[in-house]
């Protein structure tokens, strides 16, 4: 890293101060993030938070105007689910542990996917997940590194050779080594066929430890009955579940489980990057071919969730490598795919999941208190989600990440 570098980063690290004025960012609407909607509206920041959301007003002395004009403002999206240490090395492919890259090289590949994935309006992930995240995590946290706040599992927990009582220890390691959440996969990858890999015994052994040590169990599934079992063992958050059925998806709702189905970015974005997957691992024609025909699938069980009745929805996208910063575009396919209304999308990528991660009090909605992670689109995404691929504004924490056109 060059001394400019290293000065830039610095600059950046200077924490907002206390005698900072106050901003005032005017917009023709805000969508709240709860579902409520106000025009021609000022949001007041004070210290990095929100203090006020009303009518236009006077612009108290001393404060800065940000005048978005036309545009539309809403909280930063929340992603529940994302792979920001995933990229392709410099070769154009999926980066492995033996592709030659250095740690560092692939830490920079994780903080540039960081600042990516911010830009695209994304002000909090959680990240499902790596070791390396702890410090891309405490570095945006404390640092200046530009990027999402990041909640992560550090690494999964993969290993069905374990028992109950290992797996126990595993997840205390785990919230030892500062995960904010726990990753287990319990399901065979969608391209190996989906079936459960692990035990009932288990999977309660993963979800109950978790919960007694204060953290929440996020769990890989793809068949009916690993999200059963997910369910059953009383885990947090079911994630994909392909091939869930009408019983299983009643089941979560009455259990109150989140679940976080995707609606087509994971499998398309593999589809459209094959070159920089074929030949690792199971990316191969086998794992193509069972990819393709997902797909639909998983729109149907995107579109099956959103239609059962007391079902948490949340968002997630399973962003990896070439999708980091495309992070909004399962909220287009939610809404034209699946049959979810604009509003109702956006409430899921901010409020809800906001609630699911348990920072319901601190983002997710423009609400005084909470933290100023505010993003605003060209066009109304509550009219027409597709402005959520035009996202020219983005603040985190009270600073100005990102605002096209402004002098
Ligand atoms: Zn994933």
Known sequence: ?????????????????????????????????????????????????????????????????????????????????????????????????????????????????????????????????????????????????????????????????????????????????????????????????????????????????????????????????????ATLAGCTQVEHGIFVQQASLDLMAAHGTWFDPQCALVLQNYLDNRPKYDGIGNYNAAGFAAMERALPLTTAATRAALATPGLKVLYGTDAVAGAEGRNGEDLVCRVEQAGEAPMHAIVAATSLNAEALGLGDRIGAVAPGHEADLVATDGDPSQDIAAVRRVSFVMKGGRIVRNDGAP
């Open 1 to 229: 890293m060059t001394r400019g570098a290293l000065v830039f980063l610095c600059l950046c690290a200077v924490p907002v101060a206390a005698q900072e004025p106050a901003v005032v960012v005017r917009a023709a609407r805000v969508l709240d993030g709860r579902g409520g909607v106000v025009t021609n509206a000022d949001v007041v920041i004070e210290r990095g938070k929100i203090a006020r959301v009303g009518p236009r007003g006077a612009v108290p002395a001393g404060a800065r105007l940000v005048d978005l004009g036309d545009r539309t403002l809403l909280p930063g999206l929340i992603d529940a689910h994302a792979h920001p240490a995933w990229y392709f090395n410099r070769q154009g492919r999926l980066h492995t542990p033996r592709d030659g890259d250095t740690p560092v090289q692939s830490i920079l590949a994780e903080a540039a996917n960081a600042y990516r994935t911010l830009r695209a309006g994304f002000t909090t992930i959680q990240s499902v997940g790596d070791a390396r995240d702890a410090d891309v995590r405490d570095w945006i946290a404390t640092q200046g590194l530009p990027g999402p706040r990041i909640l992560t599992s550090l690494e999964p927990i993969t290993d069905e050779r374990l028992s109950p009582d290992s797996l126990r220890a595993v997840v205390r390691a785990r919230k030892a080594a500062g995960a904010d959440l726990i990753k287990v996969f319990i399901a065979a990858s969608i391209r190996d066929g989906g079936r459960q890999t692990m035990s009932d015994a288990q999977v309660e052994a993963v979800c109950d430890e978790a919960r007694k040590v204060g953290l929440r169990s996020v769990v890989h599934t793809q068949s009916d009955e690993s999200v059963r079992a």
